[in-house]
Structure formats: structure tokens, C-alpha cells
């Protein structure tokens, strides 16, 4: 038994000291810091005519005359950095997951997003890929991706899609990846699956036959079993609890469901940084990696070699 350990973190400048911190790759690596430093919705950027307020159009139309092309351009630049840092490792890069009220904050954004009454759980992820109100946008990403992969060289570099609530929303965002140029298998790519949802648990089996890895995102599943927003201010520490027994459930149902279509499983998210007994947990059940954050790296990785001898004497 040798649990991998990988890094996650958004932010490329840190790319080159985080990858001198053991690890076996990275990710997933979110790319909403990407995003925020290029500063204007994407959608704006290739509709600045839609634009209502003056000022921000002319942000806008000042970042380049192809708003399009300089959003693939700054987006593969962050993710190439990042891929550059631990090549040859694999490094997992989370899609877009803004939600609609944080999309609302980039230049342009207010006229592209809706007036959503709970962001967490509405218009985010999967979903928007397809949707005619961001499929373009979407296709950018894909050749971000894409441009780091074949015209970099980085084929290390993995996209993994976020917050996908059902099977059939899975297929329609594979084959939207394969109409934007990426397609699995082809020079070794993978597309990876964030198990955030309970209801991934329940179709875990048609999710990892279909996805090349799963990693479970600890702490949108245990806002979603326990009916608890995670960012509200009445929410202590005691409430929202990643081991309480019907999170772990979940969590127990994605391992032993990914294993037994053998999908690679991770868990990320802040949980197995800050809680030992779910590092313990998921190392009992399985899991092939934790993701973890870098300031947490040396300390889990000590303890999770512990536990893995104390296993093996078992």
C-alpha cells in the first residue's frame, strides 16, 4: 500500500516552490485565479457589444480586439505554468466552478449571469458548459486546454469537471469536450470527475466507467448531505462535520465504486489536510491519493505512511 499525494492550489505563481514539496503531481488545481486576473466574464470578452455600463465595456474592449483569443491565450498561460512546474507528473486542472454571483463580479459579468436566490447550488459547473448562455465560453476552456496539451507539448496536463449532479450530465459535457478537441485517449487524455454530489454516490458505477479518474470533493458533499452552507455565519465547526457517518457513507460508496470499475480515486478539499480521521478513513477504505493543500503535505504524508505500516502488519 503507497498512497499517492498530490498538491492542490490555484494560484501559477506559486507553481515552481509547490512543486519542490514531495508530492506524486498536482490537483486539482482550480483555474478561478486564472480567471479573476484575466478580470472580465468570459462571455464579455466575446460579446463586449452586450455590455451595458460604458466603463466596463471599455475595460473590456481595451484588453485585446479578440477578446476571445486573449482569454485562451491568459488561461493556457496559468495552466502551462502549472503543468511546466511538475512536468513530467500528472497535474489535474479543475474547470470553471464560479458561481453565478462571482462570475457577476468580473468586468461585463452582471449582463451575462442571472440574479440567482442560492448561487451554491444553482447555475454552476457541469451544467453551464452546454447551456447556450455559456457553451462558448466553455469551448475557450477546452482550447486552453487544448493549446497547452498539443501546441506545449504538457500532455501531463488533465482537465477534471466539477460539481456534475447526474450521468446524464456527465455524457453531455464528454461530448461536448470531444466537439471542442478534446477527446479521451487521444495523446493520452484523461478526463477526470468531482464527486461532490450525494447523488454521484448513487451512480458512481455509471460515473466511473465513464470518467479516467474521481476525486471526491469533501467539503460541497458535506454541505449537500448535511443541508448545511458551509460559508453561513450561524454554521460552527461542530455543525458542519465532513466525519459525520453519512458523509463517510458517501464517501465509502464513491471508493468502493470507482474500485470496482478501476477508476483512480483521490479525495481533495480541506478535510484530509485538517482532519487526520478522515485521512484514516479513506486510507482504510482504499483510496489511491489524497489531495492535499501545500502547507499540509510533509505532516499527512508522515502520518498516512504510519497508518499504511500499521495496516500491513494486520
Known sequence: ??????????????AGETARIPNDGAGPCPIETIIRRIGAHPMALLHPEKIRDPDERKRVEGLSTDGGAYFID??????????????????IVRLSDFQSDEYAMLDGGR????????????????????????????????????????DMGLTNLHPLVPYCRRLSEAHAVIDAM????????VDGLQI??????????????????????????????????????????????????????GV???????IE?????????SICGPT???????????????????SLRPDSVVETTRNVRHLEQDLSKR
Not at 491568459?74 to 497535474?91: E, S
Not at 449571469?113 to 475557450?140: C, K, S
Not at 470531444?178 to 485517449?185: D, F, M, P, S, V
Request: hydrophobic residues 45%; charged residues 20%.
Open 192 to 245: 477526470h470527475l468531482m464527486a461532490e454530489v450525494p447523488n454521484n454516490a448513487m451512480e458512481i458505477d455509471g460515473l466511473a466507467g465513464l470518467f479516467d479518474g474521481i476525486s471526491i470533493g469533501s467539503r460541497d458533499l458535506t454541505q449537500l448531505v448535511l443541508g448545511i452552507d458551509a460559508g453561513a455565519a450561524f454554521v460552527s465547526a461542530a455543525d458542519f462535520d465532513p466525519c459525520n457517518p
Open 74 to 91: 491568459r488561461l493556457a498561460a496559468g495552466m502551462a505554468a502549472i503543468a511546466t512546474a511538475f512536468h513530467p507528473k500528472p497535474v
Open 272 to 290: 484530509p489536510s485538517e482532519r487526520p480521521e478522515m485521512a484514516e478513513f479513506v486510507v482504510r477504505h482504499g483510496i489511491d491519493c489524497l
Open 257 to 265: 465504486g470507482a474500485k470496482r470499475h478501476d477508476c483512480p480515486v
Open 111 to 150: 449582463d451575462f449571469e442571472p440574479n440567482e436566490q442560492n448561487p451554491m447550488i444553482a447555475w454552476r459547473g457541469a451544467v453551464r458548459y452546454t447551456h447556450p448562455d455559456y457553451a462558448e465560453a466553455f469551448a475557450l476552456e477546452c482550447a486552453a486546454v487544448k493549446r497547452v496539451r498539443e
Open 248 to 254: 463517510l457513507r458517501c464517501i465509502q460508496l464513491i
Open 178 to 185: 470531444a466537439a471542442n478537441g478534446l477527446r479521451q485517449t
Open 1 to 14: 500500500m503507497a498512497t499517492k499525494i498530490t498538491i492542490n492550489f490555484g494560484d501559477p505563481d506559486i
